[in-house]
T-cell receptor, first 116, second 117 residues
Framework: GAGVSQSPSNKVTEKGKDVELRCDPISGHTALYWYRQSLGQGLEFLIY????????KSGLPSDRFSAERTGGSVSTLTIQRTQQEDSAVYLC??????????????FGPGTRLTVL | AQTVTQSQPEMSVQEAETVTLSCTYDTSESDYYLFWYKQPPSRQMILVIR??????QNATENRFSVNFQKAAKSFSLKISDSQLGDAAMYFCAYRRGKETSGSRLTFGEGTQLTVNP
């Protein structure tokens, strides 16, 4: 079946503009994660959604970052008033559920964001 | 908070030889998982191998195996008979146990592996 998809693949924007990044998880996966990978660094957690529960936003670096998940499926990560330090690859992952037996997180190909 | 450390930013190996990538972690929990992910230039994160902390036996997946030293909080990846397709960035990652919700992955900084023909 189809894996996790993300769009756009690459996004170039000017400082101060807003951007939206989209993630389509694997069908039936109730858990969804966003991670950020800055140049030459590992991935850092941003936000997590599980079903209809309130999202865990503890990893969002500032209030310019927000995310939604509509209908328990597609998720959108929004960055307002982008700054150059927001330049990174934004990765989305989904899993069947988040507790109980181990459930692998499947990653999308990411969106490379460049803020000029 | 959990931390994961990879002290080798870059490693290289000759094709068909064996290489070991190092990873250490810090946690106060007893129930957790450890992973090695591979990220080729396509950016797609691929799970290579996982280890449950409660299992004493080291995990193996074909040419990939781990050396899990729980007391030392060490989790190294051994790649045998290295192939050109193994060239990638490798990340060590930690996840809290199965009965914990919101189990995000905590990643190390990565090791860039080059395979020389």
């Amino acid at each position: 079946g189809a894996g996790v998809s993300q769009s756009p693949s690459n996004k170039v924007t000017e400082k101060g503009k807003d951007v939206e990044l989209r993630c389509d998880p694997i069908s039936g996966h109730t858990a969804l994660y966003w991670y950020r990978q800055s140049l030459g660094q590992g991935l850092e957690f941003l936000i997590y959604f599980q079903g209809n529960s309130a999202p865990d936003k503890s990893g969002l670096p500032s209030d310019r970052f927000s995310a939604e998940r509509t209908g328990g499926s597609v998720s959108t990560l929004t960055i307002q008033r982008t700054q150059q330090e927001d330049s990174a690859v934004y990765l989305c992952a989904s899993s069947l559920r988040d507790r109980g037996s181990y459930n692998e997180q499947f990653f999308g190909p990411g969106t490379r964001l460049t803020v000029l | 908070a959990q931390t994961v450390t990879q002290s080798q930013p870059e490693m290289s190996v000759q094709e068909a030889e064996t290489v070991t990538l190092s990873c250490t972690y810090d946690t106060s929990e007893s129930d957790y998982y450890l992973f090695w992910y591979k990220q080729p230039p396509s950016r797609q994160m691929i799970l290579v191998i996982r280890q449950e902390a409660y299992k004493q036996q080291n995990a193996t997946e074909n040419r990939f195996s781990v050396n899990f030293q729980k007391a030392a909080k060490s989790f190294s990846l051994k790649i045998s008979d290295s192939q050109l397709g193994d060239a990638a960035m490798y990340f060590c990652a930690y996840r809290r146990g199965k009965e914990t919700s919101g189990s995000r992955l905590t990643f190390g900084e990565g090791t860039q592996l080059t395979v020389n023909p």
